[in-house]
Structures are given as structure tokens and as C-alpha cells.
């Protein structure tokens, strides 16, 4: 059975950093891309960045590229998004995600404010 648990997310400041973490079981997790994707309240969901399985590709949403970075650990199953230049547009639910595969995890709650 597929399982995504995020977690990390938080209060922080605008300008601030903070990473999450999604952890990955249920699926041989080495052998597929991943991917952050968040939903804003009152807005549709959205594709934040991907990896490639063996991390040698990343790709990003126009709105965070250059202050958000994807990476992941095969060895521990696990995919983490480092965000930094935090803006208030950035106020999420972050979800992490095998895109070719149908199942959502909790997420976590990202809040950029002062």
C-alpha cells in the first residue's frame, strides 16, 4: 500500500527558509520521479517542482524557481523541498507525490507571514 507523510512545514517569516520532507513506502521508490506539488486556500493545486529517480533532472514552477530546491534520498525513500526566499504567496499545503501514481498524502501546512 502507498504511503506519503509530509512534514516540515511551519510558520516563517517572509525571507525566511525551511524544508519539508516527504517519506515513501508501498513502491519501489528508486524507479520513479517525484514531485512537490501545493494548494493555496480558495486555489487549485499545483506542480511545484519534480526530480527525476535518480535525481539527474529537476524541473520548477515558474513561481519558485531559483528560491526552491528539490532533492531526494533513494536510500531513504524520501524526497525534501528546501525553500528559502519565503514569500507570502508561498502560504501552501505542500504535498509530495509519484505522478504516476493516484495517491495523495496528509501534506503539511506551509505559512509565510509577520
Known amino acids: 500500500q502507498v504511503h506519503l507523510v509530509e512534514s516540515g512545514g511551519g510558520l516563517v517569516q517572509p525571507g525566511g527558509s525551511l524544508t519539508l520532507s516527504c517519506a515513501a513506502s508501498g513502491f519501489t521508490f528508486s524507479n520513479y520521479a517525484m514531485s512537490w506539488y501545493r494548494q493555496a486556500p480558495g486555489k487549485e493545486r499545483e506542480l511545484v517542482a519534480t526530480i527525476s529517480r535518480s535525481a539527474g533532472s529537476t524541473n520548477y514552477a515558474d513561481s519558485v524557481k531559483g528560491r526552491f530546491t528539490i532533492s531526494r534520498d533513494n536510500a531513504k525513500k524520501a524526497v525534501y523541498l528546501q525553500m528559502n526566499s519565503l514569500k507570502p504567496e508561498d502560504t501552501a499545503v505542500y504535498y509530495c507525490?509519484?505522478?504516476?501514481?493516484?495517491?495523495w498524502g496528509q501534506g503539511t501546512q506551509l505559512t509565510v507571514s509577520s
Open positions: 507525490k509519484n505522478p504516476l501514481l493516484p495517491i
